[in-house]
């Protein structure tokens, strides 16, 4: 892949948007950013230019090419059909309304050119909600990023059952152009993969805190202090394999007993939007609150993202399987 003879097209100029377009820059692909207005656009074009300044001066900027080279690379627009024509690729960052992107994939659908494939940064929507009944659906397909994608390189391909094989094999080749950790879904499954682990975790958390067990300080403890350490370097399947002499075979015939007897004891999956929670809810944002007042929320997440990139930087010396 040339990246200079490449045209990527993003539609939304939002915080995942321009993270995108920062990333596909990196790797030096033309990337043209969408959005209605005129004006939103202007506004996302000045921000990136600043975020790519700002990178660079920290020492923290991808790609071999400069602030000023990544930020040539992208252009605005807000006409559709001016970003479709001769894309490769289109990376949809609009915001989470089913209906939103409904009607959004209706006019793709009359616009896209048989080379360009369509992948939505959707966390929420399986791409069949949302692609069914277009003509170009063989080519949409989910490329779910995790926030914030500039610093965490794992992305999740989710398929269509009507993707082709070929659009999956593109996108994910394509991530692996922009330093990206593609893994592909077989079919598509409500929640995806990331969020599907991700909520099992905060559904135990909040039994647990719910339940007097234990502080929330505590229970993110356990992760940022001990499974997480190892979670950092190895999954959760590869890690098990290790901790038993027979490996993960092993491991599962010693404490298949105790992982069922426990996994019976979770109880159900709590409302946490319901009024029996509520009580529950008011006590976890007290802890939190008091742990990162929300004014401290932004200096909290410049933090994390600085510690980000040096983990990344470090895991990249981890040999990997």
Request: proline fraction near 5%.
């Amino acid at each position: 892949m040339s990246g200079h003879k490449m045209k990527i097209g993003i539609v939304g100029s939002g915080l995942i948007g321009r993270a995108w377009a920062m990333l596909f820059a990196a790797a030096g692909y033309r990337v043209q950013l969408y959005d209605i207005l005129e004006i939103q656009v202007a506004t996302a074009l000045a921000e990136l230019q600043k975020e790519l300044q700002h990178l660079e001066a920290k020492g923290t900027l991808r790609g071999n090419l400069s602030a000023e080279a990544q930020f040539e690379l992208i252009s605005g627009s807000n006409e559709l059909k001016q970003l479709l024509q001769n894309a490769t690729h289109i990376q949809e960052c609009v915001p989470e309304q089913l209906q939103l992107k409904r009607d959004l994939y209706a006019q793709l659908d009359e616009l896209l050119e048989p080379q360009t494939i369509v992948a939505s940064s959707t966390s929420t929507f399986m791409p069949s909600l949302y692609s069914e009944g277009l003509k170009r659906r063989s080519q949409m397909l989910v490329a779910h990023p995790l926030n914030p994608p500039y610093f965490i390189p794992l992305v999740e391909l989710v398929p269509a059952p009507w993707t082709t094989t070929e659009a999956v094999e593109r996108t994910r080749a394509l991530m692996l152009t922009l330093g990206q950790r593609p893994v592909v879904l077989q079919r598509e499954i409500q929640g995806f993969a990331t969020n599907r682990i991700q909520y099992a975790i905060l559904n135990e958390v909040w039994r647990l805190v719910g339940g007097g067990v234990i502080s929330v300080a505590d229970a993110d403890r356990v992760l940022s202090d001990g499974l997480g350490l190892r979670y950092a370097l190895m999954g959760a399947l590869e890690t098990a394999h290790l901790n038993a002499p027979g490996g993960v075979l092993d491991y599962f015939k010693r404490f298949g007993g105790e992982i069922g007897t426990v996994s019976a004891s979770y109880g159900p999956t709590p409302d946490v939007c319901g009024e029996a929670e509520s009580e529950t809810l008011a006590e976890i944002a007290r802890q939190c609150e008091q742990i990162v007042p929300l004014e401290a929320l932004p200096q909290r997440r410049a933090t994390r993202d600085e510690f980000l990139t040096r983990l990344s930087a470090l895991k990249r010396q981890f040999p990997s399987n």
